[in-house]
């Protein structure tokens, strides 16, 4: 045998005689692998990947030394950079659990709605974290915390270096751990309160009566879209037929979202056989969407938007003005026209794709535009949207009310279909 062939085959043997375990990836390469799969085989615009060089972007990520989840976690995170999708992202256990938690109406936390609030521009500061409301009958509410409050830190730390979505995860966690929080009140007195985090069921759909001028006007406002939103939306569209309302106000201020099949089948409860939304897939194919013959709800409506109305909130908004259902008031909504999916990946952790675009029944793509209201309101927005201090809640009342009377022997708030 020719030396070369003998060490050829000394150094086969020598191969074969490895540990299997040298062969197989890892279960965190494993996760790096995995990732790279899901969303080479549904995200949105494949003809991105060619532009970044997608499989070099694996390849990559392979030569890291992972050796433990979190190594894997930050290998995932840079290969899907370069994709420049803020929506397509790695969540890990806890953001990915908390997600999903919030996606069927219940969360493990404190029970506080947050939102930013822009400091005067010649004071040159950040946006500072403010209460928009406590849940009701959550942590916070009990411990008394009030709307218009300033987060200023969550366990020492400051929420302006946490920002939003930080400062939300700061204050979830384990049902029975405990969070110190610290506010600045409307009053300009600080106050520092430690709070017991638990289970909290998130109402995303609040409802209430209006009386207005005579007329007796149906409030209903919805907070996010989650599992439960189509259930509770119709129970609120029937206890208002039960009251004889003349008309409804629908409130989708500061909902940024959540799942597409709970704005649809809301639109479906409020369109008579209209088209909802085009949805546009990486084949690049239009999937229309139309709503059922008859209607839940069929009465005089008026629809209240702002900045945070964002998403499946647009879908809605989108179908309701072009299909002349509902006029929108407010302020131009956000502008995210696309669509994710989420999927685990089986170590608690998971991915969120963007596997669509949208576009309004008219064909408008609202991705980074938004859809400009009927009727702009004038600043500053109500902290609390549907609170007693509400301006923009009584600017759409008397909008309401001034259609009622402009149209006497319009129906009623009536049921068409069940």
């Known amino acids: ?221 919805i907070s996010q879209f989650s599992e439960p939103v189509p259930s509770q939306l119709r129970e609120a569209l029937g206890g208002f037929e039960r009251s004889g309302v003349e008309g409804v106000i629908l409130d989708l201020r500061n909902n940024s979202g959540g799942l597409v099949a709970a704005g649809l089948a809301s639109a479906d409860d409020l369109l008579d056989g209209q088209p909802i939304v085009a949805t546009m897939g990486r084949d690049g194919l239009e999937s229309p969407q139309q709503a059922s013959p008859g209607s839940l709800y069929s009465g005089p409506m008026v629809t209240l938007v702002n900045g945070g109305t964002a998403s499946a909130s647009e879908i809605l908004a989108g179908a309701l003005q072009d299909d002349g259902r509902s006029p929108l008031l407010g302020e131009r909504t956000f502008g995210k026209g696309l669509i994710q999916t989420l999927i685990g990946l089986g170590d608690g952790s998971g991915l969120a794709v963007t596997v669509a675009r949208y576009a309004t029944p008219s064909g408008r793509d609202i991705q980074n535009q938004g859809i400009e209201p009927d009727q702009r309101l004038a600043g500053p927005e109500p902290l609390d949207p549907g609170g007693s201090d509400d301006a923009w809640l009584e600017s759409a009342a008397t909008s309401l009310v001034a259609r009622l009377e402009a149209s006497p022997q319009a129906p009623s708030a009536q049921a068409v279909q069940p």
């Open 1 to 221: 045998m020719a030396p070369g062939v003998l060490a050829g085959a000394l150094a086969l043997l020598l191969l074969l005689a490895q540990p299997a375990s040298c062969w197989a990836l890892s279960d965190a390469q494993q996760l790096v692998v995995e990732s790279w799969r899901l969303v080479n085989q549904s995200y949105v615009d494949p003809d991105r990947f060619e532009s970044v060089n997608w499989r070099r972007l694996r390849q990559k990520a392979m030569e890291k030394s992972i050796q433990s989840s979190e190594d894997a976690y930050g290998a995932i995170e840079a290969m899907l950079a370069p994709l420049g999708d803020p929506y397509t992202r790695l969540l890990r256990p806890a953001d990915f659990a908390s997600l999903k938690a919030n996606t069927e109406g219940t969360v493990s936390g404190v029970g506080l709605q947050l939102g930013l609030r822009p400091e005067a521009p010649d004071q040159g500061n950040d946006a500072s974290i403010v209460v928009i409301a406590p849940l009701e009958e959550s942590p916070a509410d009990q411990a008394g915390i009030v709307s218009g409050s300033d987060l200023v830190r969550v366990d020492g730390v400051l929420t302006s270096d946490l920002g939003l979505e930080g400062t939300a995860a700061r204050l979830r966690g384990p049902a029975g751990s405990r969070v110190l929080v610290q506010l600045l009140q409307a009053n300009g007195k600080e106050r520092e309160v430690e709070l017991e985090r638990r289970e909290v069921a998130i109402k995303p759909v609040r409802e209430k009566l209006i009386e207005r001028r005579g007329h007796r006007l149906g409030y209903v406002r």
